[in-house]
């Protein structure tokens, strides 16, 4: 006796319900221990859209015995006990939030770097109402097999390193001897305040000195927000000019002030840097005058910033 269409779509339905549920499953403990991946939020996502349309067929094809358990005490203790659990878990008590920092997935990447054959795109959101997005377009010299070492970092109007958005490979951290010169002197800051060293005492007071990047990139005070510096300092290995075998890297700079909320600006190119002297490189940085060797192989066009809060 072949079995009647109605049950053939129900059993379908149920079939296709249950195994999607086991996608969902799968992907949600996935989602739970592996660090954020766009993959598996996007079809955990996409999945569970396509498992509420399984659901309302499954309900159409068995509204018959579903209204007998509407008449049951035991569906509104289901959905009384559902929603106690739901308000629980987003009130996120100690035990929840507990359980919820064994997860490996701390969210999305605050920042995203990519690289293509001709440009280099930089992107920072620490937060939703703050994007900033930073476009290096690559010179004749550029090989994306062997790409150039970068380095992206913050400084308050005293010249001082705050933060740092992105590091070069360990490896090859000495081809950026300028964005090292800041993160030592950051370090030495850091332990003399740890030590109970008065730094102004040492140093003077400098404007705009605050070492927190909170303060500049999302200031308490939308008001009063505090400018900034955002730096990149770039190195090609291989790029010889002339007699210079491999040239030394360049350093742009740009000054950021959250008062401007949407601005396209352009970086300006600081100089080239040599390790045996960086003191002196230091004091041209702040008046915006290159020092050293220039290089006009690495970059064909300017950098571009674009901060958008």
């Excluded at 999607?20 to 739970?32: D, E």
């Excluded at 970068?150 to 490979?169: C, F, M």
């Excluded at 001897?177 to 005492?201: I, N, R, S, T």
Aim: glycine share 6%.
């Amino acid at each position: 006796m072949k079995p009647h269409l109605g049950s053939l779509r129900r059993r379908f339905t149920s079939l296709l319900a249950a195994l999607t549920f086991s996608v969902l499953a799968i992907t949600g403990i996935l989602a739970f221990v592996r660090p954020f991946s766009i993959q598996i939020v996007g079809l955990h996502a996409l999945v569970g859209f396509l498992f509420i349309i399984l659901v309302g067929f499954h309900l159409a094809n068995n509204i018959r015995p579903l209204k007998k358990y509407i008449r049951s005490l035991a569906v509104w203790v289901a959905l009384a006990t559902t929603a106690a659990l739901t308000g629980f878990i987003l009130l996120e008590p100690r035990p929840v939030k507990a359980l919820l920092g064994l997860s490996a997935n701390i969210g999305p990447a605050l920042d995203r770097f990519e690289m293509s054959k001709d440009a280099l795109v930089y992107q920072y959101s620490p937060a939703d109402n703050y994007k900033m997005a930073l476009t290096l377009k690559m010179g004749n010299v550029f090989d994306p097999e062997n790409p150039p070492q970068v380095a992206i970092w913050l400084e308050n109007q005293g010249a001082y390193h705050i933060k740092t958005l992105r590091s070069p490979d360990s490896n090859h951290a000495e081809r950026l001897p300028y964005w090292q010169y800041k993160v030592k002197g950051w370090e030495k800051a850091k332990q003399e305040a740890e030590d109970g060293l008065d730094l102004h005492a040492l140093s003077g007071a400098t404007p705009n000195g605050s070492f927190d990047p909170a303060d500049y990139i999302l200031p308490a005070d939308p008001e009063n927000p505090m400018p900034y510096q955002l730096l990149i300092e770039i190195d090609q290995a291989g790029d010889a000019h002339e007699s210079i075998v491999d040239q030394p890297s360049l350093v742009y700079s740009v000054e950021i002030d959250n008062a401007y909320p949407k601005t396209f600006q352009v970086l300006e190119r600081c100089s080239a840097t040599k390790k045996a002297n960086l003191s002196h490189f230091c004091g041209a940085l702040r008046r915006g005058a290159p020092n050293l060797q220039p290089r006009q192989t690495v970059s064909k066009c300017p950098l571009f910033v674009r901060c958008n809060a």
